[in-house]
């Protein structure tokens, strides 16, 4: 391969003209086209960063001897567009939610196997250094035993999303957070949904869900709050851990009696103890998910957020808007999270 690859983006509105802008940025790749049907972001874009532009990105395809492409179109077109891309032996990356359905993800993991190329998954938070600084204290064992994981993802209504609902296009992230973060799979799933000012999809999700590991999960997500909060916690033995996923900040609440009981002075019971926030360094979380595209392209997989984990939030979201629809909780077959050794997809499907 070139040093520098031949990058392109496929829809360029508001998601994809980040990645027109990464990929223009980056040392590693060159921007050399995107395509859209909307005329207007087309020139906007390619002119910005000097790109070929096209209306038809298969003909982009056919054009422009690709090495890697971004798929950043409304999510019921990403299968047919990261089919086009990776039949043409190009690296893939394709924006969340990777599918409309649990089917239509499956054929793009499959697709990337018979033309042998890299299928990145777009779970950005994956990339936040608040998330990743979480996940080292949770594995050092910082907080002992979880109880709970509890996310809470509202804000104001996007229009321009009109092909999935909120659950799709928001629960995803926290689905695939949860599962990272805990290390342990989902197990059942309970849900209420509410579609307010959508006319088609739902705007709201109150979720509850077990985990393996007996740790109750909470989500509450929707898009009729007129302040946008990302936010994340995780409750356990030895106090709690809070994310702003939008500042980046990471705090501990320490349960100052579980260091009392450890060093034998109490019995067990909670209280306050010091807030530690931590000084970690801000990053462009899009510029950190794309150059580990790049690098598994080049050098392959390393840990990238890909297929398997793109489809299991699939799976996982069908499930939350069954569990409602069917008004009951619905128990799932056990799962270890990626990335672990174990990336067999035995049991989508077959949740009872
Ligand atoms: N990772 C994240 O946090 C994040 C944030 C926002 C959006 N997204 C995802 O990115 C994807 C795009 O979302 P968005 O908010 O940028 O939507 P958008 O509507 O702003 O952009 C989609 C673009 O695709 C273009 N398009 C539609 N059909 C096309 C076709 N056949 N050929 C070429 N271009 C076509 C549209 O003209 C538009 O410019 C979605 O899957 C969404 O879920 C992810």
Not at 123 to 148: C, F, M, T, W
Request: glycine share 6%.
């Amino acid at each position: 391969m070139p040093n520098s690859l031949r990058a392109a983006v496929i829809g360029v509105g508001s998601m994809g003209a980040n990645h027109a802008r990464v990929f223009a940025r980056m040392p590693t790749t060159t921007l050399v086209a995107i395509a859209d049907i909307d005329p207007h972001l087309r020139e906007r874009v390619s002119r910005t960063y000097k790109a070929n532009a096209y209306s038809d990105y298969r003909e982009m395809i056919a054009q422009e001897k690709l090495d890697v492409v971004s798929v950043a179109l409304p999510t019921n077109l990403h299968n047919q567009a990261a089919h086009d891309t990776m039949a043409a032996g190009i690296h893939s990356f394709v924006e969340k939610p990777l599918a409309e359905s649990v089917a239509s993800g499956r054929a793009m993991i499959d697709a990337a196997e018979r033309y042998d190329v890299v299928l990145g998954v777009g779970h950005i938070e994956r990339y936040n250094p608040a998330v990743i600084a979480l996940k080292q204290r949770l594995d050092s064992d910082q907080l002992g035993r979880i109880y709970q994981i509890h996310a809470r993802r509202i804000g104001p209504f996007p229009p321009r999303i009109q092909d999935v609902g909120v659950v799709f296009d928001l629960a995803t992230h926290e689905l695939n957070i949860m599962e990272y973060l805990t290390g342990s799979g989902i197990r059942s799933i309970s849900a209420e949904v509410k579609r307010t000012l959508q006319n088609e999809h739902e705007d709201l999700v109150s979720g509850i869900l077990r985990f393996d590991d007996d740790i109750v999960g909470v989500l509450d997500i929707n898009w009729l709050t007129p302040t946008k909060i990302r936010q994340l916690s995780i409750l356990g033995e030895r106090g709690m851990f809070l994310i702003n996923y939008l500042t980046q900040e990471l705090w501990f609440y320490e349960n100052r009696s579980a260091q009392d009981r450890w060093e034998g002075l109490a019995t067990v019971s909670v209280s306050e103890g010091s807030v530690t926030k931590y000084e970690l360094e801000r990053v462009e979380p899009l510029r950190a998910e794309l150059e580990a595209f790049v690098d598994a392209a080049l050098n392959g997989y390393n840990g990238l957020v890909d297929g398997e984990e793109g489809v299991r939030a699939v799976y996982l979201a069908e499930q939350l808007l069954r569990a409602s629809s069917e008004r009951r909780v619905i128990s799932l077959p056990p799962y270890v999270p990626i990335p672990s050794l174990q990336k067999d997809p035995v049991g989508y499907g077959t949740a009872r």
